[in-house]
């Protein structure tokens, strides 16, 4: 799998070839659009995993993402990397899943806070509980630097979360995550410095 | 602390992150080794660096919920499809230079279908179709023995005459090759992924499973056991996968297999495969077992049960 990954990574900046997969793709051609979606599906969905923090809200947006690729592949007009594009809609979906999921928390709690539903406590604790820390596979690793780490990921804003995950865990060159955020290379700099002066506090300090 | 080390601390963080150009790299390198608080400044980051690169293994998406994904996805487009089947490209189409909607003032853009005969792994390409139609050029080029079906008008403009239109032309295809000549193997691939044909899906992962020795062939063999509705394309998948069971993709797709299929016998020859080529593993043990916990299955549990025995 690693030399599969690794030709996978290779071939992500080979846009010629992926300008005609695109044309393909827009043309109505579901082979060509798949070939575009294996490209980059492995990065949209550790992007939706390490954000949404769980398998299943991960794998929603992974397939939200792709299928609003799909539904508007022919307003894409080659303005800005295919790459980017499908970046940018991942961490729209991304932002609105975490935001929905902000909602449904504040509705439990103050519903619980009311005593009305003696219940729903457990289920904001089922949430909790759902985050990739409690994930099995994680066990498996150092768990109190990964818990220190996810706690310390807790004070970043949105923002500062977003920017810090492109181009720490992801990789991306901050001109292209200002892109991705519909903005400007400066911008993202200002996020990720923000984000690792609270990590490097939280995590060197505490 | 001079007026300017608030400047350098941000740069601290470009430079650890490798945005700094080589100018503003060389100022800031020389300021550090003249500015204590700065200098602080960089160890401290580098450290938590160092503190997030302890976690980074953690970080890698499982395997599994990637096929699991790709799976999901590729349900709902064929969902998506079903309802508007017309808008579908011939399986095939990706293998050869495809139609391109050309921008001359008749467009015609058609898929090229291809009928692929794997016979004996010999076949013979004919030369894909380009139809393109311009204002001088009476009709387009149809292959002589070719079909056309699915013809759609998707634009028509009255006022310029101009027509698009979408179709599939379909002509018989013969190829000879080797298994290792690519062309060969891109048939294979496109043999394997024609959902509406289980007997040529069969025969390509036969032909492939002989002979699974590049990453391309495995990786469509993972495919077909993971995507294929039909059990004997998967059976024999996991045929041409075994040998590699102790690769970590290939255990993922097997875990899959256990986790997923329907098909006992190909649950049993997954758990077989992956027992064979991965002794005295903990971990796998740990992954088997919760795989396989609602498993009705009394051999695959049985195996289960020893392989944990064996890693005690
Ligand atoms: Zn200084």
Redesign the pocket.
């Given at each position: 799998m690693e030399a599969i990954l690794k030709r996978t990574a290779q071939r992500v900046h080979e846009s010629e070839d992926e300008k005609l997969l695109i044309e393909q793709a827009q043309n109505g051609d579901r082979e060509a659009f798949e070939q575009l979606v294996r490209r980059h599906d492995r990065d949209i969905l550790r992007l939706a995993f390490h954000m949404l923090g769980n398998r299943e809200e991960a794998r929603e947006v992974f397939q939200e993402t792709f299928l609003k690729a799909y539904r508007s592949l022919g307003r894409f007009r080659f303005e800005s990397s295919f790459y980017t594009w499908i970046y940018r809609i991942a961490t729209n979906v991304s932002l609105d899943h975490l935001r929905k999921r902000q909602t449904l928390k504040e509705e439990i709690s103050y519903e619980s806070d009311t005593e009305m539903h003696p219940d729903r406590p457990a289920l904001k604790d089922t949430l909790a509980a759902t985050t990739y820390y409690s994930n099995p596979e994680r066990r498996l690793y150092g768990k109190e630097v990964g818990q220190k780490i996810q706690d310390a990921l807790k004070t970043l804003s949105e923002k500062e979360r977003l920017v810090f995950e492109l181009r720490h865990y992801q990789g991306l060159r901050l001109k292209m995550i200002g892109e991705i955020m519909g903005s400007t290379e400066e911008t993202a700099k200002n996020y990720l410095f923000r984000a690792t002066q609270k990590l490097r506090a939280y995590l060197t300090n505490v | 602390?001079?007026v300017?080390?608030k400047d350098?601390?941000h740069q601290i963080t470009l430079l650890l992150y490798n945005e700094l150009d080589e100018r503003t790299r060389g100022e800031l390198e020389l300021?550090l080794r003249?500015?204590g608080?700065?200098k602080d400044a960089f160890e401290s980051e580098r450290a938590m660096h160092s503190v997030l690169a302890e976690d980074t293994p953690s970080w890698d998406v499982p395997s599994d919920l990637l096929l699991e994904s790709r799976k999901a996805l590729a349900d709902a487009l064929d969902r998506m499809e079903n309802k508007r089947s017309w808008w579908r490209m011939p399986a095939f189409s990706v293998v050869f230079t495809p139609m391109r909607l050309l921008e001359s003032a008749a467009l015609i853009t058609m898929g090229l279908a291809l009928g692929v005969y794997v016979s004996n792994q010999q076949a013979r390409v004919a030369p894909p179709v380009a139809l393109n139609s311009s204002a001088n050029s009476q009709s387009p080029a149809i292959p002589r023995n070719g079909t056309i079906s699915n013809l759609q008008v998707i634009n028509a403009d009255p006022s310029t005459g101009q027509v698009e239109l979408a179709g599939e032309v379909s002509q018989p295809l013969r190829f000879h090759g080797k298994i290792e000549d690519d062309t060969v193997r891109q048939l294979l691939f496109s043999a394997l992924r024609d959902a509406n044909n289980p007997g040529s899906r069969l025969k390509a992962v036969e032909v492939l499973s002989q002979k699974p020795t590049d990453e391309s062939i495995e990786e469509a063999l993972i495919n077909a056991l993971v995507y294929d509705d039909d059990p004997g394309v998967r059976m024999r998948a996991v045929e041409g996968l075994k040998t590699f069971a102790n690769e970590q993709h290939v255990r993922a797709a097997f875990m899959h297999t256990l986790q997923n299929d329907e098909n006992a016998g190909i649950r049993i020859a997954a758990i077989d495969a992956l027992l064979a080529r991965n002794a005295k593993d903990p971990e796998l043990a740990q992954k088997l077992t919760e795989a396989t916990k609602k498993d009705d299955n009394p051999y695959i549990r049985t195996k289960v049960l020893q392989f944990v025995g064996s890693t005690k």
């Open positions: - | 602390m001079n300017n080390c350098y601390q300021h003249e500015c608080v700065c």
